[in-house]
Structure formats: C-alpha cells, structure tokens
C-alpha cells in the first residue's frame, strides 16, 4: 500500500511558476513508477508527465512539454513537477499516481495509487 499526498498548488498568475511535490509513504517508493495528471472543471482525467522508478523513461504530454519538469527522489520518497510559464489553460486539480511497471504512462488505469490532489490556479 502506498499513500500519496500532493501540496504546493495555488494561485498564480499567467507566465508564473509553482513547484508540486507529492510525497509517498513506505520503504518502497523507488519501486514505483510515477505519474502527474490533472483534470479541470468539466472534462476528463488528462496525463501531463510520467518517471520511471529509475528516472530513466521520462514522458510529458505535448501540451506541457518544455515547461513542466517532473523529477523524482526516491531517498526522500518524493516526485517533484516544477511549473514554469504557466497558463489559465493548466488551470486544474493536480494529482500524482504511483503503479508498478507501468507501459502506458498516459492511461489513468494502469495506476494503482493516487493523491488526494491539489488545485492549481492560474489567472490572466
């Protein structure tokens, strides 16, 4: 069992930058695969980013590609997403997910832990 706890969300305005972290409990997080969605008002459940348990596969959707960056450290049992130029489009509920050799980091399905998560705003 893993529990996962995301904080650092906010409001922030349109070009600005928020770092989120998501925390994990237990001694095996680095077994993990790791994974950031979010989902605004209205609309699904959308991937943003993906790290492997290693940090070698790292994936990003193409509409944060180039200005968020996900990083992991497994001694302090935390993934990171650094947030930088954002927009009123990446205005959502960010959430982090763990699951175990994941192959398609952009299906919600194949997670088998997710945070409570944290409510990004970012006004015009």
């Known amino acids: 069992q893993v529990q996962l706890v995301e904080t650092g969300g906010g409001l922030v305005q349109a070009g600005g930058s928020l770092r989120l972290s998501c925390a994990a409990s237990?001694?095996?997080?680095?077994?993990?695969?790791m994974g950031w969605f979010r989902q605004a008002p209205g609309k699904e459940r959308e991937f943003v980013t993906f790290?492997?348990?290693?940090?070698?596969?790292?994936y990003y959707s193409d509409s944060v590609k180039g200005r968020l960056t996900i990083s992991r450290d497994n001694a302090k049992n935390t993934v990171y997403l650094q947030m930088d130029s954002l927009n009123p489009e990446d205005t959502a509920v960010y959430y982090c997910?763990?699951?175990?050799?994941?192959?398609?980091?952009?299906?919600?399905?194949?997670?088998?832990?997710w945070g409570q998560g944290t409510q990004v705003t970012v006004s015009s």
């Open positions: 997910a763990a699951g175990l050799s994941i192959s398609r980091a952009d299906r919600p399905n194949n997670y088998d832990f």
């Open positions: 237990g001694r095996t997080f680095s077994t993990y695969d």
């Open positions: 790290i492997s348990r290693g940090g070698g596969r790292i």
